[in-house]
């Protein structure tokens, strides 16, 4: 009986801990989601829904008439507006270790920009790239459009 315990107290633990490391992975959420916003996964393809999480390599696709209010965890918010398409290429914000990465890629549409901390305490780690060009942010508020 003393052993089963331990294996299932072991089993919880493995069970916690990978469910601590599975919300770790996400680097933003979704605050806001009208119209039709798909997300865009390598595990296959899934809709878009306010507090849904997001993750590094997530491609966002929003429909005609669509928009969606995406929150990172430093605070940066980003509005995806109507037939746009984002890529979350890199994010990191771990303050202990001085680590900070926002890096996305707007192939096509609009989306709206607002620093959060990264953009306060790291500027030179924060890029906005579009077919055209790489914006590099140094804290501020900005539309960008990629045709």
Do not use: W
Request: proline share 5%; glycine share 10%.
């Amino acid at each position: 009986m003393y052993r089963n315990n331990l294996a299932a107290l072991a089993a919880l633990l493995m069970l916690a801990g990978g469910t601590a490391v599975a919300n770790e992975a996400h680097v933003a959420l979704f605050k806001n989601v009208t119209g039709e916003v798909t997300v865009l996964r390598p595990a296959g393809n899934v809709a878009a829904t306010p507090g849904m999480t997001l993750q590094v390599a997530d491609r966002l696709v929003s429909g005609p008439g669509a928009s969606a209010g995406i929150m990172f965890k430093d605070g940066t918010a980003v509005t995806l507006g109507p037939a746009s398409e984002l890529e979350l290429r890199d994010y990191a914000f771990e303050p202990k270790d001085a680590r900070y990465d926002f890096d996305v890629y707007l192939a096509r549409g609009k989306a709206i920009y607002t620093s959060g901390k990264i953009g306060k305490l790291a500027p030179e780690a924060v890029k906005v790239g579009t077919p055209t060009a790489t914006v590099g942010v140094r804290g501020t508020r900005f539309i960008v459009e990629a045709q």
